[in-house]
């Protein structure tokens, strides 16, 4: 306590010395920073023919632009034949037309379909979609009719919809079927 309030004075005495006011901070008593330019007047400040030396090249842009985030999505990419070895098939915009809900992919032109583990008293395991647009209810609807004659299911299958973020949770790990149904659709 004695050593905190030795630095106080001492600030406090360089502080009144060069005509600046401290400043308090609300929480504590300490003063806050200063800007050290205002201690220093245009005459005590150092030449500029001593300042270290610069030049500017716009030549070796191109290899900063490379480290660059993208500020565009890229176009779909064109393959010879579908599906890619990868296992990737653009959306068929034919087959999405008379549906009253779409979703869309994501910037690399993914499904977004994701597993989704939670550990809360035990494992709890969810498949979420994303980026659902139009009738979400008639998604959830089609879905969980589809996964439940696929799966064989003896019981109902637990959703969960949220119109709000767009977005359609399925109780397990349903992401294969769900790619694939929506692949088959057409999205």
């Known amino acids: 306590m004695a050593a905190s309030m030795k630095n106080f004075r001492l600030i406090y005495r360089i502080l009144k ?3 600046i006011q401290p400043h308090y901070s609300v929480h504590n008593s300490a ?3 200063v800007n050290i330019n205002y201690l220093y007047t245009a005459e005590q400040l150092p030449p500029k023919d001593t300042l270290t030396q610069f030049e500017e090249s716009t030549e070796e842009f191109k290899y900063v632009e490379k480290i660059l985030p993208r500020r565009n999505i890229p176009d779909l990419p064109v393959h010879t034949s579908y599906p890619t070895p990868s296992g990737w098939v653009p959306p068929i915009k034919e087959k999405t037309k008379d549906l009253p809900y779409t979703v869309e ?10 597993v989704k583990q939670k550990a809360l008293r035990g494992t709890k395991i969810t498949t979420v979609i994303n980026r659902v647009h139009g009738d979400i209810w008639q998604l959830e609807r089609d879905l969980k009719s589809h996964i439940e004659e696929t799966c064989a299911m003896n019981f109902p299958l637990l959703t969960e919809v949220s119109e709000v973020t ?3 949770t399925l109780k397990g790990n349903h992401v294969e079927l769900v790619g694939r149904w929506l692949i088959d659709k057409g999205f």
Do not use: A, E, W
């Open 17 to 19: 010395s060069t005509n």
């Open 31 to 33: 003063p806050c920073q």
């Open 105 to 114: 992919r994501n910037k690399n032109h993914n499904l977004p379909v994701y």
């Open 166 to 168: 767009r977005r359609v």
